[in-house]
């Protein structure tokens, strides 16, 4: 194949991905409206108790990023750089929410916030799956900088502590794992596991960050 055949398939591949890159939002965004509807509809909604959630600003949070790399282009190597860090951070909290709703809270038969079922798919399931997809196959990606790993964490330890002051003084948890009535130890347990796997995926994603989608040349390390 010549270097411009490739060019002209990835440019096509791109078309593809970015369409169903907004597609996904659009999916994002559809489950949370509709969860939020379906709340309102039972009880007066605090905004702080919805979107308290990890899972809700998690999957906004993949909504914008998903949105941001469909719309933009490349111009500069460092708004590049800057879009692929909020997918590989996106991406690294979405696998989290998988992980965390398929061990912990699924067996629980808890909901984790969104009540209604379809929503609870997609924000728990095909949102996650579809990131790790995207993160594997999509050609616009390169090689991550270890250095700038920090960032993908600075999110998630916010969470806990917002989480932690909520527990200690309104009494509100997002997750029965995180009720201090359970025991402080038992929460700081679950704190501690949940900043390793973060870190774990965190890295996970950086890391296949060096393979090369397929169809790519590989990308020289960062």
């Known amino acids: 194949m010549s270097e411009t055949d490739a060019h ?22 559809a ?3 509709a969860t939020l509807a379906e709340t309102a509809s039972r009880t007066t909604i605090n905004p702080f108790n919805f979107f308290g959630y990890f899972t809700i ?9 998903l949105v941001v790399a469909s719309v933009s282009r490349p111009d500069s190597p460092r708004r590049d750089e800057a879009i692929l ?4 951070a996106a991406t690294t909290y979405l696998v989290v929410v998988g992980l965390v709703y398929a061990v912990l809270l699924a067996p629980l038969g808890a909901a984790g916030g969104v009540p ?15 990131f790790v997809v995207d993160w594997l196959l999509a050609p616009d990606r390169h090689p991550l900088p270890w250095r700038k ?3 993908v964490l600075v999110y998630p330890l916010a969470w806990c502590a917002v989480v932690l002051v909520r527990g200690a003084t309104d009494g509100w948890v997002p997750y029965p794992f995180l009720d201090p009535s359970s025991g402080y130890g038992s929460v700081a347990f679950f704190v ?21 989608a397929p169809g790519t040349p590989a990308s020289p390390r960062a």
């Open 31 to 33: 489950a949370v409206v």
């Open 85 to 88: 860090l909020l997918r590989g």
């Open 116 to 130: 209604l079922p379809w929503a609870n798919v997609v924000m728990h399931v095909i949102v996650p799956v579809y």
């Open 149 to 151: 790993f920090w960032i």
């Open 192 to 212: 501690a596991l949940i900043t390793l796997v973060v870190t774990a995926a965190g890295a996970a994603v950086w890391g296949l960050s060096r393979v090369p």
């Open 8 to 29: 002209v398939r990835r440019r096509i591949a791109m078309r593809f991905v970015r369409w169903l890159r907004l597609i996904v939002a659009a999916s994002i965004a």
């Open 57 to 65: 600003q998690s999957n906004l949070i993949g909504c914008v990023v």
